[in-house]
C-alpha cells in the first residue's frame, strides 16, 4: 500500500456562522457563537473519526441571511488557499440560504476533485435534541470516504437528515422539521443509516488530470421576477427597467408557461433586446421547463427566452451570477445556460 492509501484524511472545517455553532450559556440561558478553533474539545466524538480535522472561522460568524457575494468570495479564498493541503472541506453555514450558497461555490470551482460538503442544522450543536452532531461527523465522515486512493465525492454537496445532495439540486423547504431540503430533480447521493450508503451511479466523476479552475467573479446584478395571476404591466416593466440589470430568473408556471397577452410579451422582449439575460424556471417544486410544450410558453421561446429546464431558482441565480461574468455572446450564453456545467439540470 503507498503512503496516499494509508494516511489519515485531513479535512478542513470552514464556520460561516448559523444555528449549528450556536451553544447555550448556561448561565445567561442565551444562544452565543461557539468557538470552532476549540471543536474537537467540544465534540469529542470527534475524536473517534479517523481523520485529521483542523477549522477556521469567519472572523465575524454571520446569519445566512447576511450571505452575500463577498461572504462567497471569503469562502473560496479559504478553499483555494488550503486546497493543495486537505483531503476535504466541510463548510458550517446557516441552512436558510445554504441552498443559494452552496449553489454558487459550485460554480466557483470548476474541476473540483475534493469534496466540498456544506452542512448546518435546525437546532444548535449544544442543545440536548440537537440535530448538529450528526450532520457534523457524517459530513466529515462523507468527506473522508475513499475508494481506491481517491475520494468518493469530488463535487460540491449538501448534508443533512441522513441524506447527501448535490448541493445545486437542493431547496430548503422546512423550517420545522430536521428535514429541512429537497432534492426534487436529483436522487440523493449518499442515504446514511447502520451503513452509509453511497448512490455511485449518481456520483460526478471528475477528470482527475485537470487542474481547479477557481472563478471568483460574480455579477449580482440580477432578479427574480415571479409571475401570479393578476400581476400587473408597472411590476414588470419596473423590475425588467431597473437600472444596470443583467439577468432575470422569471419563476413560470407548470412546464414553463406565462400569461401570453401583447404587453407582457413585449416587455420581456425589449429587455432581451437590451442584452437582458432572462431565465424561465418552473416555480413547480419538481419536474422541467419544456417551452413550446404549451401554446402559452411558445412566445417566450420565440423572443428569446433562456430555458431553465429543470434547474432550482437558487441554482439559477447563482448560474447568472457566474455565466454573466464570462463575456459570452447570445448563443454561447444560451448554450451554456441550457446545458450542465456542474451537473445542476438535466439536459
Ligand atoms: N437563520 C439561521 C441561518 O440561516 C438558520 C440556520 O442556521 O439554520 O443562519
Redesign the pocket.
Known amino acids: 500500500m503507498n503512503d496516499k492509501m494509508t494516511k489519515k484524511p485531513s479535512i478542513l472545517l470552514l464556520y460561516t456562522?448559523?444555528?449549528?455553532g450556536m451553544i447555550k450559556d448556561y448561565k445567561t440561558n442565551a444562544l452565543r457563537a461557539f468557538d470552532f478553533t476549540q471543536i474537537t474539545k467540544n465534540i469529542p466524538e470527534l475524536h473517534q473519526l479517523n481523520c485529521k480535522i483542523d477549522s477556521v472561522s469567519f472572523d465575524e460568524p454571520i446569519?445566512?441571511?447576511n450571505m452575500n457575494i463577498s461572504s462567497y468570495q471569503r469562502i473560496i479564498d479559504i478553499i483555494d488557499l488550503n486546497y493543495k493541503n486537505y483531503d476535504g472541506f466541510v463548510i458550517l453555514s446557516?441552512?436558510?440560504?445554504m441552498s443559494y450558497v452552496s449553489s454558487a461555490i459550485s460554480f466557483m470551482l470548476e474541476n473540483l476533485q475534493k469534496p466540498v460538503i456544506f452542512t448546518?442544522?435546525?437546532l444548535p450543536i449544544g442543545d440536548l435534541r440537537t440535530d448538529a452532531k450528526e450532520n457534523l461527523i457524517t459530513s466529515i465522515e462523507i468527506a473522508c470516504a475513499r475508494k481506491n486512493g481517491k475520494p468518493v465525492i469530488a463535487e460540491v454537496c449538501l448534508y443533512f437528515e441522513y441524506k447527501l445532495y448535490r448541493a445545486n439540486r437542493t431547496t430548503k423547504i422546512n423550517a420545522e422539521q430536521f428535514e429541512a431540503f429537497i432534492s426534487m430533480n436529483y436522487p440523493p447521493l449518499a442515504e446514511s443509516g447502520v451503513h452509509l450508503n453511497f448512490n455511485d451511479f449518481y456520483l460526478h466523476t471528475p477528470d482527475f488530470t485537470k487542474k481547479l479552475v477557481v472563478r471568483k467573479k460574480l455579477n449580482n446584478n440580477i432578479a427574480i421576477l415571479k409571475l401570479f395571476p393578476g400581476i400587473t404591466f408597472k411590476v414588470v416593466e419596473s423590475v425588467l427597467n431597473s437600472e444596470e440589470l443583467q439577468g432575470v430568473v422569471l419563476e413560470t408556471y407548470g412546464a414553463g408557461n406565462a400569461l401570453d397577452q401583447k404587453w407582457f410579451l413585449k416587455t420581456l422582449a425589449q429587455a432581451i433586446q437590451r442584452n437582458i439575460k432572462i431565465i424561465n424556471v418552473t416555480q413547480c417544486i419538481g419536474g422541467s421547463v419544456s417551452q413550446g410544450h404549451y401554446e402559452t410558453s411558445v412566445a417566450l421561446k420565440e423572443i428569446g427566452v433562456i430555458s431553465g429546464k429543470d434547474i432550482t431558482t437558487e441554482s439559477a441565480i447563482a448560474k447568472l451570477m457566474y455565466l454573466l461574468e464570462e463575456n459570452l455572446n447570445v448563443k454561447n450564453f444560451t448554450h451554456y445556460f441550457e446545458n450542465p456545467l456542474r451537473g445542476e439540470l438535466t439536459p
Open positions: 456562522g448559523g444555528t449549528i446569519d445566512s441571511s446557516g441552512s436558510d440560504t448546518g442544522s435546525q
